[in-house]
Structure formats: structure tokens, C-alpha cells
């Protein structure tokens, strides 16, 4: 699976949209983009996944770059809930759908 | 409600003592998995199990037994545990295939200290 960095931490201010970038390079074709989010030491959270097309639901924004090799989550409204740590997941069907988690980025929303 | 279930949360145990940590999930998934999680190191894959018989294993399998005996369930066995394997424990499961890629539902973990 292709590996991926993310910054390590960023500060948002509630009620502004939070954009958290990742670099997913090796990225091969059949290989789903991930995040998921895991607020203190609970079970990480699914947020959304996309393969090449940018995605939306009720929590979130995923938008995939033409060559797959970034994308960026974003969080339109974040309130001080969302403070977390967020991680970026490339995954390929047929895995045991592994998730190979990083060092992910913490996510610190501010009054 | 849709949800893994992980016993016991918490568990403090001796050296040796063989333990059971049970998952179970209500969503008829057929992916399921066991991952660690450690300070600096992030979470890690110990087993996981594409179907009823079906186990494999993770990156960090040493030490651990699984079985899934059925599609619900799917324990975590540590038959000798070590102070090495204290750690936070998460059980997963998705719905999957060979060209399916799903999401995955985690359970609220278990948090074992080993002494």
C-alpha cells in the first residue's frame, strides 16, 4: 500500500473550515483514499474515501488531485468536537481492507 | 445501532495468564481485525479475517492467537501475555471483497496492562 505524509499538527479556529493536506505519491490505480479520525483514545472514525473523484458527505469535503498523488480534507464548519487526530489512508481492494495508519495530523480547534 | 463490541474495556493482568479479548459486530461484515496501538508507534495490524475460517496475519502478529468461528465474532487470544503487549487494543470490521473497499467500523477499545 502507498505510504503517505501529512503535517504532523495544525491549530483551526472554530467555525472556520480546516484543510488538511496529504501526500499519497505512490499512489497506484486501484487504490482508495481514506480518512478517518480518532478523537483521544477512542475507535478511530471513517470521515470519507474517494478514488479519483472529489467526494462529499455530511461531515466532510475530500478533494483528490488530477494525478491522485494529493488531496485535502476539509472540515467546512470545524467546532471544538473535531479536535483530533485525523489519518490519511490509501487502501487497495482485496487488502482484508488493511488500513495502514501514520503518524496522521492533530487537529487542534480553538475558540 | 450498527456497532463493534469490544470486552473487556479495561484489564489488568499478570504475566503468563492466558486472556481473551472478545469483538463482536451486528452488521453481518465479512472483514475483521485487530490492530494495536502505541505511544510514537500509531496503530498497527495484528490479524485480520476476510471470512469464517479465513485469518491472516498482520504486521505485529507475535504473541497474539485469533479464531473466527463465526461471522460475528472475532476474539483476540493472548495465550502467555508479556508486559510487551501492554497496549490499546481496537477491533474493526468492514464489509468487503476482492473489489470492494468499504469502510471500517471500530470498536471503543480495550486498554490491557500486563505486569
Known amino acids: 500500500d502507498a505510504k503517505t505524509t501529512q503535517p504532523p499538527s495544525m491549530d483551526c479556529a472554530e467555525g472556520r473550515a480546516a484543510n488538511l493536506p496529504c501526500n499519497h505519491s505512490t499512489i497506484s490505480g486501484n487504490e482508495y483514499v481514506y480518512w478517518y479520525r480518532q478523537i483521544h483514545s477512542q475507535g478511530p472514525q471513517y470521515i470519507i474515501h474517494?478514488?479519483?473523484n472529489n467526494e462529499t458527505n455530511e461531515m466532510a469535503s475530500l478533494i483528490i488531485t488530477e494525478d491522485r498523488k494529493s488531496s485535502t480534507l476539509i472540515l467546512p464548519h470545524a467546532t471544538l468536537r473535531d479536535t483530533a487526530v485525523y489519518y490519511c489512508?490509501?487502501?487497495?481492494?482485496?487488502?482484508?481492507?488493511?488500513?495502514?495508519f501514520g503518524g496522521g495530523t492533530r487537529v487542534l480547534v480553538k475558540p | 445501532e450498527a456497532q463493534v463490541t469490544q470486552n473487556p474495556r479495561y484489564l489488568i493482568t499478570v504475566t503468563g495468564k492466558k486472556l481473551t479479548v472478545t469483538c463482536s459486530q451486528n452488521?453481518?461484515?465479512?472483514?475483521m481485525s485487530w490492530y494495536r496501538q502505541d505511544p510514537g508507534l500509531g496503530l498497527r495490524q495484528i490479524y485480520y479475517s476476510m471470512n469464517v475460517e479465513v485469518t491472516d496475519k498482520g504486521d505485529v502478529p507475535e504473541g497474539y492467537k485469533v479464531s473466527r468461528k463465526e461471522k460475528r465474532n472475532f476474539p483476540l487470544i493472548l495465550e502467555s501475555p508479556s508486559p510487551n503487549q501492554t497496549s490499546l487494543y481496537f477491533c474493526?470490521?468492514?464489509?468487503?471483497?476482492?473489489?470492494?473497499?468499504?469502510?471500517?467500523?471500530f470498536g471503543q477499545g480495550t486498554r490491557l496492562t500486563v505486569v
Open positions: 452488521m453481518n461484515h465479512e472483514y
Open positions: 474517494g478514488l479519483k
Open positions: 474493526a470490521s468492514s464489509l468487503g471483497g476482492p473489489i470492494l473497499n468499504t469502510e471500517a467500523f
Open positions: 489512508i490509501v487502501s487497495r481492494p482485496g487488502a482484508g481492507n488493511k488500513l495502514t
